[in-house]
């Protein structure tokens, strides 16, 4: 009698058991991911990368569980359907549109599991016929800040640094020299 009960009970109040498996397996989802993680990582990483990295994939854990749950709370096709392709064109700005804040978080992501280069590295950004010199201070989710070797500092965007070639140098560039400039009053002696 008592094991007809429970079955009537899950049968009733399926979506509650599922939201609690959804909550028991989100601990284990995280430590697969992180274990993922770990594998893409090559060689050694800064901390405060692996910290940003592991807590932005949390987050994209957790919305994909939720959404998952939501659907179980009985979502129709019709809200699923708009939920998908506003989550499909969220995905398409992230990692196509240059102008999109998103594209620096998917470009934070490239840059960490590529790993050609560290805080410290001397670095030469080419951008056509310009480019940007100088060491990586800090590899943020937004942004790499450089430290020029006059002293000054350059934020650059990730989307743009995943997107510009990127050259790792050897040794310290020479610092700039000012041009002199002579002034000349009146006119020129021959």
């Known amino acids: 009698m008592e094991l007809f009960a429970l079955l009537e009970l ?9 939201t609690l498996i959804a909550i028991l397996l989100f601990p284990l989802l ?19 990368r692996k910290f940003r990295a592991e807590l932005l994939l949390k987050v994209i854990l957790a919305f994909v569980v939720l959404c998952l749950v939501l659907i179980f709370w009985g979502i129709e096709l019709r ?13 398409g700005v992230a990692l196509f549109a240059a102008w999109s804040l998103l594209s620096n978080l998917t470009a934070f992501l490239l840059m960490f599991i590529q790993n050609d280069f560290h805080v ?13 010199e ?29 997107t510009r070639p990127v050259m790792v140098l050897k040794k310290e560039p020479k ?16």
Request: no cysteine.
């Open 175 to 190: 610092p700039t020299k000012a041009p002199a400039i002579k002034r000349i009053i009146g006119p020129k002696k021959t």
């Open 79 to 91: 809200g699923l359907l708009v939920l998908g392709s506003s989550l499909f064109a969220m995905l």
């Open 134 to 162: 100088g060491r990586i201070v800090e590899l943020g989710l937004m942004n790499v800040v450089l430290e020029h070797v006059d002293g000054h500092r350059v934020v650059y965007p990730n989307n743009l640094f995943v």
């Open 120 to 132: 410290g590295y001397w670095v030469r950004i080419v951008d056509g016929a310009n480019h940007v």
């Open 30 to 48: 995280l430590k697969i991911t992180k274990k993922l993680l770990e594998k893409a990582i090559k060689g050694k990483v800064d901390v405060h």
């Open 10 to 18: 899950m049968g009733t109040q399926y979506k509650l058991i599922v």
